[in-house]
């Protein structure tokens, strides 16, 4: 029955069965010859104008033989579908490509004239850069797959769709370089989006639920970005790339922790300013998350550690504070944290009052009032901007910095040392599609130390890094 | 993951190794060497040279200890052998244990901690040994740089408050006192026993033996220079300086202003000791996991072996001058034999065919 009769009018009664939606229209015209088409297309995602001139136009004029081959012939339209079952011809109309059936048809024709809603190519506003490209990914999948190739001109580059959502029949792209990419991780990730069975897939976020294999886990194991221009470089070092439609964020595997100590500036400014500012990185992420820990340890446990000027200073800071200091600087960090979410879900014109009230009221009159003291709020300040400058891996670093400050609080530094121990350990352990994250540190990858925290001239990486094992090993001729 | 690369053995030769013999050991070989602290280190290091030497060439059948043991004894001897060692290596850990308990209160806490301090480390070595041996060698890859980096800052800040004219005259202490300190030091150098448990975890290549030696004493030599630099700082103090490796920086003279910048080398000192301390533990899993035919999963193994340690530590906690006594003097002997010994003797087990 899921089949088309050639009878119009119980072929477009199926397609109503199935597609009884208000916004499913049905557009009935006759050709030169009298002949009798229909167009079933929903109304909201297709367009109209391009309908008209592709397919309608076209055919009021037709005169010829009446097979799907040569209606096809006919339609300007490039990109034209011929399907024989009612149920894929319904699932084309819901993707915005209009179907067309007539007496006597032998298959239904599904014309490519969807209609678009994107959003202009614009700078990401999570990855700003001074130098270099500002286009970013937008909600379009298509758009997207368009920047990659606008970088990428290669027959090399394959580009992979697959639907995934029962419902929302959402498009994923997965983008690789043949000859380069590792095939196992191609298959892999095709693999696992065959697998993956959900209602609706709303962003690509979910889809590294899927691509992770501890899901749960604090460390990530899908690299993430909303620019064009690094997700080519990525995919040219042999990473494989997921785009989703809907989402402006696509998705890199494998991924290695050292990625995100990198910024697409790096590769546009002097090779010992770009080793500068990612050691920078590196010292800015580790103060922020130990700073705060030791600053609790040494009050508790070991005020030796404080040079003596420095001792006293802080001594007079926190004269009268009634707080214990573990209370203390998780309270400030509550109210850091607090104060952070608000500010990216609240409204930009509240956003200057929020500034105002966190800095002046809560920051100035917590000291006055003697609630917190000035070196616990200062070490919270400078910890809550530390870790912002490696801001991909803001969710896993926030929350080592509470537990290191628990850890500290609890046991001292030798807690915070045993943590640090038991995080490398773990770490170790974490892989990505076969790749250790902590490459190329752990295991040691000399080669590719040349662009993880310190970046060498552009001469001198002329191999593609090692950890992603990618068949084509040089990348640009000695 | 599954296996080692000689890189990462090397590295633990040259920079893990070294760093567990940085606590008590140069005190106690002051105590019976006095100035010539380091000859009887470098006996003991020049016999573990060697047998990390023949534990390498043993380990060219590329097969794991408990299938080259098998192959010579039987899986029951293996068994019994793997048992013996699952026991020295938890004895082994006791002491390493203890002494870096006694490090962590004295060093980071400005008062005695309640013991509860200590602890986390049994959560943590229990998480450590419960993952395969083979896995150390990622660890090893970054706790290299980090060793690295803390032995020479510390160096750095010691070595100009060091006279070392002060091991001047060589041979003062006699044969006796060489004698002395080489049995009270003995507990320290069971590295070749570790070793045997990395065999079959890593591809032999050529030439592999004696680089693995050759690195095994370069760490070694970083040791005796620790040694030399810490008796020209003490000199006859030297005796009572117990966890050495804390004390030597502390005279840099700008300290005074900076504040104590060598805990920053301290704490990752101490972040090596950490895993240096519970890889015994892990051995002592492996041999248990091993001697049970993988019967006994290493989660399980890992939980007990860390109970036991635990248990050990406690009741030794209020007798560590009597532990200490009980270990230097009666029974030193334990080490040489099955941390030096055994391990070199390996090299004459009949070996399995080499899979290839």
Redesign the interface.
């Known amino acids: 029955m899921n089949k088309i009769t050639g009878t119009l009018r119980r072929d477009e009664a199926e397609l109503k069965r199935l597609l009884p939606a208000e916004d499913v229209l049905t557009f009935p015209f006759r050709g030169q010859d009298g002949r009798e088409f229909l167009l079933v297309f929903a109304d909201p995602v297709t367009d109209k104008e391009l309908l008209g001139e592709q397919v309608i136009r076209p055919l009021g004029d037709y005169g010829g033989g009446m097979s799907a081959k040569e209606v096809a012939e006919c339609l300007t339209s490039p990109e034209i579908k011929q399907l024989s079952r009612v149920s894929d011809l319904a699932a084309e109309i819901l993707a915005g490509n209009p179907v067309l059936l007539w007496e006597g048809a032998d298959a239904g024709l599904a014309c490519g004239t969807k209609k678009v809603f994107a959003r202009a190519v614009a700078e990401p506003p999570t990855d700003v850069t001074v130098k270099g490209p500002r286009e970013g990914f937008v909600e379009d999948v298509k758009i997207n797959c368009a920047l990659v190739r606008k970088r990428l001109k290669t027959c090399e580059l394959r580009l992979h769709t697959v639907q995934i959502g029962r419902r929302s029949k959402t498009a994923v792209t997965v983008c690789y370089l043949d000859g380069i990419s590792d095939m196992a991780v191609v298959k892999q990730v095709k693999r696992i989006l065959r697998r993956i069975d959900i209602d609706v897939l709303p962003d690509s976020s979910y889809l590294i639920h899927f691509l992770s294999p501890k899901p749960h886990s604090l460390v990530k194991r899908v690299g993430t970005t909303e620019k064009p221009d690094i997700f080519c470089a990525k995919i040219a070092e042999g990473r494989v790339g997921i785009l989703a439609d809907g989402s402006p964020i696509a998705l890199t595997v494998p991924y290695l922790l050292a990625e995100d100590f990198q910024s697409a500036e790096d590769y546009f400014v002097p090779a010992a300013r770009a080793t500068f500012t990612r050691l920078l990185r590196l010292f800015a992420l580790l103060t922020a998350i130990y700073l705060p820990a030791f600053y609790i340890a040494a009050q508790l ?8 000027k ?1 001792l006293l200073t802080i001594m007079g800071s926190i004269q009268g504070i009634p707080l214990s200091p573990s209370l203390e600087m998780l309270l400030v960090l509550l109210v850091l944290e607090v104060l952070n979410e608000a500010s990216i879900r609240m409204p930009k014109y509240v956003g200057m009052a929020l500034s105002v009230v966190g800095a002046l009221v809560l920051g100035e009159t917590a000291v006055r009032a003697g609630f917190v003291s000035t070196p616990a709020i200062i070490i919270i300040a400078f910890s809550g901007i530390g870790l912002y400058a490696v801001p991909n891996l803001i969710e896993a670093t926030s929350v080592v910095r509470l537990l290191m400050l628990l ?1 500290a609080g609890s ?8 943590f ?3 995080l ?3 770490l ?2 974490c ?1 990505s599609f076969g790749t ?1 994250v ?1 490459a190329p ?4 990858i000399a080669r590719d130390l040349k662009d993880s925290l310190v970046k060498y001239e552009l001469s001198a990486l002329g191999m593609r890094p090692r950890a992603l094992n990618s068949k084509n090993k040089r990348r640009m001729a000695p | ?1 599954k296996e080692l ?1 000689a ?2 053995l090397y590295f633990y030769f040259l920079c893990i190794a070294p760093v567990g013999k940085l606590i008590l050991m140069p005190a106690q070989l002051v105590s019976g060497a006095k100035n010539d602290l380091l000859f009887p280190a470098l006996l003991h290091m020049l016999l573990s040279a060697g047998a990390v030497f023949c534990v390498m060439l043993a380990a060219r059948a590329e097969k794991p200890l408990p299938e080259l043991l098998s192959a010579a004894f039987g899986r029951i001897g293996a068994a019994a052998i793997l048992f013996l060692f699952a026991a020295f290596f938890l004895f082994a850990a006791v002491f390493p244990l203890t002494e870096q308990m006694l490090l ?1 209160q004295s060093v ?3 008062t005695l ?1 309640s013991i ?3 602890l ?2 049994f ?2 070595s229990a ?2 040994c419960a ?1 395969p041996f083979a ?1 150390n ?3 090893f ?3 290299a740089p980090l060793s690295a980096l803390g032995f020479l800052g510390l160096m750095v800040l010691a070595v100009p408050s060091a006279d070392f004219s002060a091991l001047l005259p060589a041979g003062a202490a006699g044969g006796n006192g060489f004698l002395l300190a080489a049995c009270e030091s003995a507990l320290w150098f069971f590295d070749p026993a570790l070793l045997l448990l990395f065999a079959g975890r890593f591809r032999y290549r050529s030439g592999m033996a004696w680089k693995t030696a050759a690195f095994s004493l370069l760490g070694s030599a970083a040791v005796l220079f620790f040694l030399a630099v810490f008796y020209g700082i003490f000199s006859d103090l030297a005796l009572r300086q117990t966890f050495a490796f804390a004390k030597v920086s502390k005279y840099f003279s700008a300290i ?5 910048i060598d ?1 920053l080398f301290l ?1 990752l000192l ?2 090596v000791m ?2 240096y301390a519970a890889l015994p533990l892990q051995a002592c899993c492996a041999c248990l996991h091993g001697g049970t035919n993988g019967k006994l999963p290493r989660p399980a193994a890992a939980c007990a072996v860390n109970a036991a340690a635990l248990a050990l530590l406690l009741l030794t906690r209020f007798r560590y001058a009597a532990l200490q006594e009980w270990l230097m003097h009666k029974l030193f002997w334990i080490f040489p034999l099955f941390g030096v010994l055994l391990p070199a003797l390996t090299l004459l087990l009949r070996r399995p065919r080499r899979a290839r």
Do not use: H, N, W
Not at chain 1, 441 to 444: E, G, I, N, Q
Not at chain 2, 256 to 260: D, E, F, H, I, M
């Open positions: 446990y070991k005020l030796q550690l404080f040079p003596v420095l850890v046991t001292g530094p030798y807690g915070i040392i045993l640090t121990a038991f490398l350990c773990f170790c352990r892989e250790s902590l540190f752990s295991p040691l | 993951m690369s890189r990462q962590v980071y806490y400005d901690p509860l301090s200590f986390p480390f959560l943590f998480y450590f993952r896995e060698g990622r660890i890859d970054l706790l005074t202003v900076l504040g104590r805990y704490c101490t972040l950490a895993f």
